[in-house]
């Protein structure tokens, strides 16, 4: 029987700006996804569109607090009040871990407040505590996609270097607070993704920076989530001793289009732009590469004294990342067909099949990964987000979902290769996501993940009653067997 390694972390991810709501409960103050409006006419493999915000668009946004049916994530799964009955059904399957992220304007409302929200703190008190029930460890992202709304409107969001002040106060008093309860930390979820998506990642809205070069801005915003990120290492071991802290970025594979040489370039050089974000965070500094870019874009960094030494200072423990897809790409694109990805578009792999959403499912392109990431890293990996968003049909309280079955075990095997024979060291995989959400990119429930269905539609219509699907329980023996050796 071929197993995974002994005490393999198997687990699922959520992010509380998609699966909390809540919204306006407990003291929490406005977040950016409070405002993010789901756009229900457009083409759903239209991420650019999907992503577009203007201040006019967060001024409607606050215009309309009672508005759950254009802000689907102010609902999102409900999970503010179902957290008992959701860890529970975790535990039923067999978790060993938990991802989930703390939202920062649940503890300081507004980013800038003098002291905590107590009652926010008193949320992840409960919710930790009822994991560690059952031993389930938490995994928990300290910024997924919510800076606080105020961060943006009153600061420029993490364009500002007081961004970096506010977050450290922040993690500070959650290493604090969860020192007893948490030892596996991630800093920023996707880090990289602030240039795909400056809104959700940033809180960078493009018409509050007239006369700037907005590329710049998105970089400078990121330089200093860099510095953040080194500083909540720094204080998350000084505080928690054992604890182990890693970075995450959106692991988007390319493959050159054909054998030609520029092909082969091209591909190479895309994959440096997923590398330089996690380069700069395992090796402490900016990769030449991208310095080289900079210079060639008239892209200026303004750095503090200290920056860079903290950044060296204070690497990641370990890599995490999310991988969903693969595409191509190609020096001549023209005539060539386009398919979506993880909020950008690639070239079509007429090798792969693709999700309702276009995404090209690609299992060995998951493998290819991580012996990449390994090979240049030689840290711990953990595959934090990974599944297959799909429409599924509830039948007499019954969901077979077999293609997500199906998903998962060309996906494991392919993991278990990485280990065995390519010699990875990979510390866990939480699915993404393990209960139904409220996707990022489009803002639709309907794009299911989950090994949990969630009883809601697009517009928030439903009880939110939690049915298990069958990959529940197929994902319930995986864990159990350790091994995908049961069937
Ligand atoms: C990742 C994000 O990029 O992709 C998640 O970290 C997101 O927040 C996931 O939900 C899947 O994307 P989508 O658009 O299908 O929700």
New binding site residues.
Partial sequence: MRKFPEGFLWGGAT?A??FEGGWDKGGKGWSVSDCARAKFDLDVQD?SKHNEITTKDIEEALAHPEDLVNYPKRHGSDFYNHYKEDIKLLAEMGFKVFRLSIAWSRIFPNADDETPNEEGLKFYDSVFDECLKYGIEPLVTMS??EPPLNLVLNYDGWYSREAIIFFEKYVRVICERYKNKVKYWLTF??VD?IIRHPYTTGGLIEDRFPGKNFEEVCYQAMHHQFVASALATKICHEIIPNSQVGC?I?KLSYYPMTCKPEDILKAQQQMRNIYAYSDTQVFGEYPSYLLSYYKGHNIHIHKEEGDDSLMKDYPVDFVSF?Y?MSSCVAQDESGIEKTAG??VMGLKNPYLKTSD?G?QIDPIGLRISLVELYDRYRKPLFIV?N?L?AKDEMVNGKIHDEYRIDYYRQHFKCMLDAIEIDGVELMGYTS??CID??????KQMS?R?GFIYVDADDYGNGTFDRYKKDSFYWYQKVISNNSLDFE
């Fill in positions: 992010a700006n998609q991420y997924h996609y979820n996707e993704s995450m959106t999310s969903y993880n909020t959403w995404w987000e599944g968003g993404w996501a959400l409220i996707s990022e990119s489009t794009k993940y």
